[in-house]
């Protein structure tokens, strides 16, 4: 299946994979969209925030954008993506993970790398909501993870058509040292300090309502001070509130690398070799992947980047490739 976007050429104004990484982060503008947000309750009584946008049409393709680590539905990508799809007369709806909306959830327990039990729900609620509707779901760093491990665990009975997955930390233990490295120790440092935050945050809303079981749930895990790295907080914080033994465990639990082989959902994997938090060897082989996935390993990109064209007038990749590669597949399908 060849593309139909013009190959990726990274603007000369951004050298280096930092640039590509924090210029969107920093210094871009997201788009303003018209969305209507919808308030998901999920079965232990915890909620999921979702923000629809485009055509409120049945049968309109409709794709569920899943933001990374510390972002949102406001992230700047996926407003991007919610933008681009629009013009093309799809629709589609942003997922808010547990706490990540603007309003602490309910439970001690949070998001992680793989809680693709949340996407599932998410999924289905989706189906339920727009029968008609082809289904699709692009995920980013994080979120490209637990789609990935979604798509493994379902398997032939994802009801996807199909899947876009971007920035992928394969290997969570190979990419929480790879980020301890150099200068990627910035983005570690900025990642502990909002996951600090977020828990934070919790803990204040607990106090105000009352919810003393929960806010003694939360204390139980000890003092939030001195977290420098991943293993640090996914060892002392994400661990246990998930039910995973230890950082090793939740590690090797979560990483989408050890699904992939399930994978029968047609799918594209968009990673760069320069990413700043995705150690190179946890990109899987070719022999890894099922015969439904389909990896574009680019040289340069950084992490969520694949920033081209001129200074004034910057063309974001992932708004052209993500779009045209699923609607090539849903003309495929159709």
């Known amino acids: 299946m060849k593309s139909v976007s013009p190959p990726f050429k990274p603007a000369w104004w951004l050298p280096g994979p ?18 209507q947000r919808e308030r998901l309750w999920l079965a232990d009584g915890d909620f999921i925030d979702l923000d629809w946008h485009g055509p409120h049409r049945a049968e309109a393709p409709l794709v569920l954008a899943v933001h990374g680590l510390t972002g949102s539905s406001d992230s700047h990508y996926i407003r991007g993506l919610q933008q681009a799809l629009a013009a093309r007369g799809w629709a589609s709806v942003a997922l808010n993970w547990r706490g990540c909306s603007g309003e602490p959830n309910h439970l001690p327990r949070g998001y992680h790398s793989g809680v693709s039990e949340d996407l599932a729900a998410v999924i289905e609620h989706l189906r339920a909501q727009r029968p008609l509707a082809p289904l699709y779901a692009v995920g980013y760093s994080l979120g490209g993870n637990v789609l990935l491990k979604y798509l493994g665990e379902q398997g032939g009975d994802s009801p996807l058509r199909g899947a876009v997955a971007v920035s992928v930390p394969f290997r969570l233990d190979q990419c929480a040292d790879r980020i301890g490295i150099g200068f990627s120790r910035v983005y570690q440092a900025h990642f502990m300090r909002e996951l600090v935050a977020y828990v934070r945050d919790k803990q204040r809303a607990f106090a105000q309502r009352g919810a003393h079981d929960n806010l003694a749930a939360l204390e139980r895990l000890g003092p939030l001070d001195g977290m420098r790295t991943f293993w640090d907080f996914d060892g002392r914080i994400t661990a246990p509130l998930h039910g995973f033994a230890d950082a090793h465990d939740y590690y090797r639990r979560a990483s989408s690398r050890y699904y992939l082989g399930g994978i029968r959902t047609p799918t594209l994997i968009i990673q760069s070799s320069d990413d700043p938090f995705i150690d190179v060897g946890s990109v899987p082989p070719t022999s890894e992947l099922s015969a439904s996935t389909r990896l574009e390993l680019l040289s340069r990109g950084g992490h969520v980047g694949f920033i081209g064209g001129p200074p004034g007038r910057p063309d974001f990749y992932l708004e052209r490739r993500i779009p045209d590669w699923l609607l090539r597949q849903h003309g495929v399908e159709g």
């Open 18 to 35: 930092h640039l590509q990484t924090l210029y969107g982060a920093l210094l871009r503008q997201g788009p303003a969209l018209q969305r």
